[in-house]
T-cell receptor, first 112, second 116 residues
Framework: DAKTTQPPSMDCAEGRAANLPCNHS???????VYWYRQIHSQGPQYIIH???NNETNEMASLIITEDRKSSTLILPHATLRDTAVYYC?????????????FGKGTKLTVNP | EAGVVQSPRYKIIEKKQPVAFWCNPI?????LYWYRQNLGQGPELLIR????????DSQLPKDRFSAERLKGVDSTLKIQPAELGDSAVYLC??????????????FGQGTRLTVV
């Protein structure tokens, strides 16, 4: 699976959009981008995933660049409860390693 | 619907003692994972089951760790004997079979193990 690079930490003001970047320059054509988050003392929680097109759900939006070498997770109106570690993961749809490989993620702190 | 249930939530044991963790996955989920998470790090996969078969246990320290998933539902992870370095959070996750496509894994709250 392609390796990902994320900033170790970010801050965001409550009510503002949080934009979390992820670099995956070695991604191949059949690899998906996944985002999970982990709130303190809880297990990771699935947020969103995508292949080529931008995706949106009730939690967040995922913007993938045209060359697919990087992506951004957007929390449109961050709340204090969005404070968590956010993990960007890249994996193949089929074949390859059928598991989620977590890095260290980005610790997002939403400030009042 | 209940999520992934793990027990116990916390466990403190002395080194060289045995310990076991239990996981009940989401109903209908064929795939079950055990992860270990050290402080300040992301989770690392220990073992993955497809139904009752362990299909990836390459990261499981087999000298002291064992796991089973009887009848392809509940699973237990055991450490015997425990060492100080085993102190970590042990996470269980489940998902529909990966052959169906994307992985949308659901995690339990984890068991925090402290070995003293």
């Amino acid at each position: 699976d392609a390796k990902t690079t994320q900033p170790p930490s970010m801050d965001c003001a409550e009510g503002r959009a949080a934009n979390l970047p992820c670099n995956h320059s070695t991604i191949s054509g059949n690899e998906y981008v996944y985002w999970y988050r982990q709130i303190h003392s809880q297990g990771p929680q699935y947020i969103i995933h995508g292949l080529k097109n931008n995706e949106t759900n009730e939690m967040a939006s995922l913007i993938i660049t045209e060359d697919r070498k990087s992506s951004t997770l957007i929390l449109p109106h961050a709340t204090l409860r969005d404070t968590a570690v956010y993990y960007c993961i890249v994996r193949k749809l089929q074949g390859g390693s059928e598991k989620l490989v977590f890095g260290k993620g980005t610790k997002l702190t939403v400030n009042p | 619907e209940a999520g992934v249930v793990q027990s116990p939530r916390y466990k403190i044991i002395e080194k060289k003692q045995p310990v076991a963790f239990w996981c009940n996955p989401i109903s209908g989920h064929n795939t079950l994972y055990w992860y270990r998470q050290n402080l300040g790090q992301g989770p690392e996969l220990l073992i993955r089951y497809e139904n009752e078969e362990a299909v990836d246990d390459s990261q499981l320290p087999k000298d002291r760790f064992s796991a089973e998933r009887l009848k392809g539902v509940d699973s237990t992870l055991k450490i015997q004997p425990a060492e100080l370095g085993d102190s970590a959070v042990y996470l269980c996750a489940s998902s529909l079979s990966v052959v169906s496509g994307t992985i949308k894994a659901f995690f339990g709250q984890g068991t925090r193990l402290t070995v003293v």
